[in-house]
């Protein structure tokens, strides 16, 4: 009997395990599929994702990055066509493993919103909780991510773990004035 009992107990962890997996892929033809199995070599745009409940994009990441994302969420606007700039501004963030959300200034809606946090119309533009920084200067940008509490290094992730493409929210009305050189503004805090 208790033989039984410890099989049924592996069995039970093994299929609890590996449902919480799912997979999505384009075959040859083009199609998309959804499944639970890993896809076959030939498949394209293999994205493995965790479907396990509580599982998040953030449990990698070290928690003093956890903590200053909740904290100081992180967003960069940019444009198709921003150029170095606004690669440079995403690696930067990349490099230090800083959870961000890209939004593509497209259209007015988004020229808006940025022109409310900033009251400018220049590219890129990151902001970290109510602080933010135009154009790219490595030393600001660095500035004000120390400020916000995030790590000044964290683990090598690929840029979809750590970049979400939503829509721009609302920003707020007390987003502050741009940090002075490559000291974060005191009254970030």
Not at 12 to 18: E, Q, V
Request: net charge positive; with cysteine; hydrophobic share 35%.
């Amino acid at each position: 009997m208790r033989a039984y009992v410890l099989i049924a107990a592996a069995l039970w962890i093994a299929c609890g395990d590996s449902a919480g997996q799912a997979y999505r892929w384009v075959d040859d033809a083009g199609r998309v599929h959804y499944t639970q199995t890993p896809p076959p070599p030939g498949a394209k745009g293999v994205q493995r994702k965790n479907t396990r409940p509580g599982a998040a994009a953030t449990v990698d990441l070290p928690y003093a990055t956890q903590v200053a994302a909740k904290n100081s969420p992180v967003t960069l606007y940019t444009q198709p066509d921003c150029g170095p700039a606004c690669d440079q501004a995403r690696a930067s963030l990349v490099k230090r493993a800083v959870p961000f959300r890209e939004v593509s200034v497209v259209g007015q809606k988004e020229i808006d919103e940025m022109k409310k946090v900033s009251g400018r119309e220049d590219l890129p533009l990151i902001v970290v909780g109510s602080q933010f920084q135009t154009g790219y200067q490595e030393g600001r940008i660095n500035g004000l991510l120390d400020a916000a509490g995030y790590p000044a290094a964290g683990p090598r992730l690929p840029i979809e773990a750590l970049r979400k493409t939503n829509p721009a929210p609302s920003a707020s009305p007390q987003a502050s004035q741009q940090a002075p050189d490559d000291q974060p503004n005191p009254d970030s805090k």
